[in-house]
């Protein structure tokens, strides 16, 4: 039996005096997908971090990709781990093309005059730009993009070099209605050509920000955790007892949606 993608077990983080999460325990494996849900607030972001091994934990085991993260250099990791967060565009600089962002994805860069990019490089982000609905727009700067086009070109940009575990913290934020289906609708291609067996986590705020193809969920809240598949996590008892609040999920298009509803 192979090594999961992420082991965590018993994890604590705590910054400060305070506590972030605790005694949180998470396996996924080659191909599942998992999606983190709870109030704003409660960790979902540092979570993220620490998944996508840009932030320690306190303590507790973690294991990334089969390694130790509390005996490895974290950074050998970070190359086969994609990571998409609110922001990174504003660490780039903006005359950058979209080849250029995403090609620099597989080496974890930020500055191209940093980096001596190959054909294979450039092939590869070209690819992921036409997998994402952006063919003919390589050689387009990021501050050129609309904010929907600029997403989907991080997107693509956090499947480069085939990794192994990708981590999207919160992708389709600050999106319109129709941005935000494009969004989703790029994400789905990418997994079903270019990431069959890598294993995914997406944090989001909201049911439908969710692929259909999400298999397990984390809801975190104050009142607890629940770790399991979608269907058996994303249930309209499951919500309402973790934002403490009633909550109807139903089915629409193939995609869940909830629903909070007025107290009588």
């Known amino acids: ?6 082991y965590m077990e018993h994890a604590y983080l705590a910054r400060g005096e305070t ?8 396996t996924l494996e080659a191909g599942q997908r998992l999606a983190i849900l709870g109030p704003n607030g409660i960790g979902k972001t540092s979570l993220a971090m620490v998944l996508a091994g840009r932030l320690r934990l306190s303590r507790g085991v973690l294991h990334l990709l089969g390694s130790d993260v509390h005996t490895t250099d974290i950074r050998t990791l ?3 781990i994609g990571y998409f967060f609110d922001g990174l565009a504003m660490q780039l600089t903006p005359d950058m093309t979209a080849v250029e962002v995403v090609a620099l994805g597989r080496h974890s860069g930020l500055r191209r005059e940093w980096f001596v990019l190959d054909d294979h490089d450039h092939t590869e982000a070209e690819q992921l730009l036409e997998i994402v609905g952006l063919h003919g727009y390589a050689q387009r700067t990021l501050d050129s993009l609309s904010s929907g086009q600029r997403q989907r070109v991080l997107l693509a940009r956090a499947f480069s070099g085939t990794p192994r575990l990708t981590v999207l913290d919160e992708p389709t934020s600050h999106l319109d209605l129709v941005a935000r289906e494009e969004m989703i609708e790029a994400l789905e291609r990418i997994l079903d050509h270019h990431h069959q067996d890598g294993a995914l986590v997406m944090v989001a705020h909201h049911l439908e920000d969710l692929p259909a193809s999400i298999t397990h969920t984390l809801v975190m809240s104050e009142r607890g955790y629940w770790f399991g598949t979608a269907d058996e996590v994303l249930t309209s008892a499951t919500l309402t007892d973790a934002f403490n609040h009633p909550i109807e999920v139903h089915t629409l298009a193939g995609r869940r949606v909830a629903t909070a509803l007025r107290h009588r």
């Open 19 to 26: 506590t972030v999460f605790a005694d949180l325990s998470i």
């Open 1 to 6: 039996m192979t090594n999961p993608i992420i």
């Open 78 to 80: 970070r190359p086969r």
